[in-house]
């Protein structure tokens, strides 16, 4: 019976130095709108690789953790990974290397609502211009009431509707979530 308390102690205490050596970042996986800043919490004894490329990293990664701030303005996958250093009693120059855990976290951007400007021609008529506040967002928009989206018409340029005419934009772009809908009715 002590043999397998021994055995159940000595498992436990594994479990609790393993979880030790997990990075810990300052933020889950989330959506965000402008830009999201990151911070990686180090294990003790351990230097930390990071890749946003969806692998996960190697010792042997450039992108080491030096506790700075990691800011993203667009939607990546963030993988962590610790790996705990021992230097060896005998020789200071020489140091034995341990694989930690990884921690990995999603943060997707959510493109911001697109803006309109709209100027009255005349009674009847009204230009139309839209803008997106986010890089490379394409807009989508609907004169039929229905919810823009990539099949309705891509904006190119300023157009006319008539003023009764219900319009409705969206702010669409790869690798992101669409925008809130805007709305003329």
């Not at 450039?62 to 700075?68: I, Q």
């Not at 009255?120 to 139309?128: T, Y």
């Amino acid at each position: 019976m002590k043999n397998v308390l021994f055995i159940i102690c000595l498992l436990v205490f594994s479990l609790e130095i393993w979880s030790a050596n997990v990075p810990v970042l300052s933020k889950n996986s989330q959506t965000f709108q402008e830009r999201i800043k990151v911070t990686i919490a180090l294990p003790e004894s351990c230097i930390v690789c990071y890749t946003t490329n969806g692998k996960v990293p190697t010792r042997k990664d450039e992108r080491c953790y030096n506790s700075s701030i990691l800011t993203f303005d667009s939607s990546v996958t963030l993988i962590a990974k610790a790996f705990r250093f021992f230097p060896e009693m005998s020789d200071s120059s020489n140091v034995r290397w341990e694989d930690g855990g990884v921690a990995t976290a999603t943060y997707t951007k959510i493109l911001q609502k697109p803006y309109c400007d709209l100027v009255f021609i005349n009674a009847d008529s009204i230009s139309v211009a839209l803008f997106s506040r986010d890089k490379d967002a394409v807009l989508y928009y609907a004169t039929d009431g229905s919810l823009p989206g990539i099949a309705s018409k891509k904006y190119i340029g300023v157009f006319r509707i008539h003023k009764d005419v219900p319009l409705k934009v969206i702010s669409i772009k790869n690798g992101s979530i669409s925008s809130s809908i805007w709305t003329k009715e």
